[in-house]
Nanobody
Framework: QVQLVESGGGLVQAGGSLRLSCAASGRTFSNYHMAWFRQAPGKERVFVAGITRAEFTYYADSVKGRFTISRDNAKNTVYLQMNSLKPEDTAVYYC????????????WGQGTQVTVSS
């Protein structure tokens, strides 16, 4: 079992930045692919960014060039740096961990709200 706890969400103006953190515990963090998903009101949860065990990174087209995912295995933490935020980035952001496929995670955090005002 892996426990994931997100932090860093909040309210920011359009054009601003936020950094989300996700602290993991319970299993060897470095063995897992990690990802961020988001769910806007009335919409499905969607993939935002992912980082493999080997630290290859993948991004949704909507965030490429603005968001950066990274991981610190020594701290058991994955980050999502979000720059040039837009109102359409408003959502609950979820951290996820996967032993095989980052697009179909095994573990989820509780989510953190990000609100971007125009």
């Amino acid at each position: 079992q892996v426990q994931l706890v997100e932090s860093g969400g909040g309210l920011v103006q359009a054009g601003g930045s936020l950094r989300l953190s996700c602290a993991a515990s319970g299993r060897t963090f470095s063995n897992y692919h990690m990802a961020w998903f988001r769910q806007a009101p009335g919409k499905e949860r969607v993939f935002v960014a992912g980082i493999t065990r080997a630290e290859f990174t993948y991004y949704a087209d909507s965030v490429k060039g603005r968001f950066t995912i990274s991981r610190d295995n020594a701290k058991n933490t994955v980050y999502l740096q979000m720059n040039s935020l837009k109102p359409e980035d408003t959502a609950v952001y979820y951290c996820a961990g996967a032993s095989r496929n980052m697009y179909s995670p095994d573990y989820w955090g509780q989510g953190t709200q990000v609100t971007v005002s125009s």
